[in-house]
């Protein structure tokens, strides 16, 4: 196989995503390797995950306006991944919209996953947005980082059928399962060079 490639993920609190990756990275055939963890805080669940996987991990202080980060923090990261070897940059739960050097730097090499079927539900609480609205199908979504929120072109979406008994806990729970198998996939086809961005559309080359 060639070299594997290094990817960073972002990540503000549970983790799960990130757990996904590594342990899709713990394969000896997958295409990449995580060389680093990077947290806005201290509190994030991920860091412990971080740690049982023996997996880097780096708090940066991204200031105190939510959702947003400050220039500093951006380049601090952007250093970081560099420093590393960092070629494509994960956000998993990482609550802050990205500009600056890291965006400058990871342009069209950032990906990010959304729980719910985009362009639809948007930003925070997607599942309580989706129920709230009624549709019958939710999901996730896999797509690459722009200056925008949740609005980079798209990899891969995964359906979930919303039930009549949901709540908000039981269909993100739902969502989750197919976060997980979603986000190592699409690493995976970034990895492999089987991506190519065309426009709003992301073409997928079928394996040699
Ligand atoms: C995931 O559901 C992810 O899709 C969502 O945050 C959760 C993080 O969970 N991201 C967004 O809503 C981004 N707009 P995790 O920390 O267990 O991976």
Request: charged share 25%; hydrophobic share 40%.
């Amino acid at each position: 196989m060639n070299e594997k490639k290094g990817i960073a993920v972002l990540a503000s609190g549970r983790g799960s995503n990130f757990e996904a990756l590594a342990r899709a990275c713990l394969d000896e055939e997958y295409p990449a390797v995580i060389r680093a963890l990077i947290v806005d805080g201290g509190e994030a669940g991920a860091i412990a995950i971080a740690d049982s996987f023996g997996i880097e991990r780096v708090a940066v202080e991204c200031g105190a306006k939510k959702g947003s980060m400050t220039p500093e923090s951006s380049e601090r990261m952007a250093k970081i991944c560099a420093e590393r070897g960092v070629e494509l940059v994960c956000l998993a739960g990482f609550m802050r919209i990205v500009g600056g050097a890291l965006m400058a730097e990871y342009r069209g090499r950032m990906l990010n996953i959304h729980p719910a079927l985009l362009p639809g539900f948007k930003g925070l609480h997607a599942q309580e947005q989706a129920l709230a609205y009624g549709v019958r199908y939710s999901g996730c979504t896999v797509h690459f980082v722009d200056e925008g929120v949740d609005t980079g072109p798209i990899i891969i979406q995964r359906v979930v059928p919303v039930l009549d008994g949901d709540t908000v806990e039981s269909l993100s729970d739902r969502i989750l399962q197919e976060e997980h198998q979603a986000y190592p996939e699409a690493v995976r086809l970034w990895a492999e060079g089987r991506l190519r961005i065309e426009g709003r559309r992301v073409r997928i080359r079928e394996k040699a």
